[in-house]
């Protein structure tokens, strides 16, 4: 079955750095898009950084712009998300996703979560002060 599997999360404090994981499985990963978002309780669950299937252009919210670098190895079916300079509000579960011909939306940095194929299962990342 197709797979998603999101790790690297832990506790920092504000001012460290994480690098997160997600391998995939059960489909042609090349092909796909693959987002990272992010939730706290109660909120909508939101993208931050994107790196496409074609040309490996990313793509990030305004929010953790310069501060993290999404990237894949599509030899290992992986992509990861580096995060540095955390803040406290980077608190919350991040979670990756696979979609198909995003190209607008990594345009406008809007990822609707209706948009993806498949879903992680989410790694908690937690900044304190």
């Known amino acids: 079955d197709v797979q998603l599997q999101a790790s690297g999360g832990g506790s920092v404090q504000a001012g460290g750095s994480l690098r997160l994981s997600c391998q995939a499985s059960g489909f042609t990963f090349s092909d796909y898009d693959i987002t990272w978002f992010r939730q706290t309780p109660g909120e909508e669950r939101d993208g931050v950084a994107c790196i496409s299937s074609t040309d490996g252009s990313t793509y990030y919210t305004p929010s953790v712009q310069g501060r993290f670098t999404v990237s894949r190895d599509n030899a290992k079916n992986t992509v990861y998300l580096q995060m540095n300079s955390l803040k406290p509000e980077d608190t919350a579960i991040y979670y990756c996703?696979?979609?198909?011909?995003?190209?607008?939306?990594?345009?406008?940095?809007?990822?609707?979560?209706?948009?993806?194929?498949?879903w992680g299962q989410g790694t908690q990342v937690t900044v304190s002060s």
């Open positions: 996703a696979a979609g198909e011909r995003m190209t607008l939306r990594n345009i406008a940095r809007i990822w609707p979560i209706y948009e993806y194929d498949y």
